[in-house]
């Protein structure tokens, strides 16, 4: 299986401020229709998960501007530019190339 | 928007079974593949089973396959997971999702607890 290693387990951070979190697989996620799938999901306390971001970059409908995705290959970051309240929660990545589906372990952001 | 509901979820004794429903709505239900997706209480997310357009093909984690069948009904806009021979790792809450390779929408999860 793949294994997906997000970093950092905790992220505190100020309000307004960047934030970043680190995902990379065990493998490469380039699939053979040339589509690399990764996902980014975030999950607030008590509530299910909401995809931000598909395939590496694409912002999912109603997903702020603030948040944005990047890399290929292995390595993939997903960056707050300014963080806000709501953002606090637990952020997962998903690789969708090789069965089966797996996540990374989660990061939780929090404020300080 | 999109509206999945699950149910089914209960306390149950290990060996025990179990059928997982959700229902869809404000989308064509028949043209999309189906995944069902668990989170142990305070653990991340581990992707579970998945069926394709007309319930043809289905894919499991290693850990589910042979107790877990996924399934589906187009006809009344539902997916299922009949879990059989219940074991204490398996309580979770367990959410179905739109989507391949992709899980663009979910639902509110419903929880299993395996205990006696």
């Known amino acids: 299986d793949v294994v997906m290693t997000q970093s950092p387990l905790s992220l505190p951070v100020t309000l307004g401020q960047p934030a970043s979190i680190s995902c990379r697989s065990s493998?490469?996620?380039?699939?053979?229709?040339?589509?690399?799938?990764l996902s980014w999901f975030h999950q607030r306390p008590g509530q299910s998960p909401r995809r931000l971001i598909d395939t590496v970059s694409n912002r999912d409908s109603g997903v702020p501007d603030r948040f944005s995705g990047s890399g290929s290959g292995t390595d993939f970051t997903l960056k707050i530019s300014r963080v806000e309240a709501e953002d606090v929660g637990v952020y997962y990545c998903?690789?969708?190339?090789?069965?089966?589906?797996?996540f990374g372990g989660g990061t939780k952001v929090e404020i300080k | 928007e999109v509206h999945l509901v699950e149910s089914g979820g209960v306390l149950v004794q290990p060996g025990g079974s179990l059928r997982l429903s959700c229902v869809a709505s404000k989308f064509i239900f028949g043209n999309y593949w189906m995944t069902w997706v668990r989170q142990a209480p305070g653990k991340g997310l581990e992707w579970v089973a998945n069926i394709n357009l007309d319930g043809s093909e289905k894919k499991y984690v290693d850990s589910v396959k042979g107790r877990f069948t996924i399934s589906r009904d187009n006809a009344k806009n539902s997916l299922f997971l009949q879990i059989k021979s219940l074991r204490a790792e398996d309580t979770a809450v367990y959410y179905c999702a739109r989507g391949y390779r992709w899980l663009e929408y979910w639902g509110q999860g419903t929880l299993v607890t395996v205990s006696s």
């Open positions: 998903m690789q969708g190339t090789h069965w089966p589906l797996t």
């Open positions: 493998q490469s996620l380039v699939y053979s229709d040339g589509n690399t799938y």
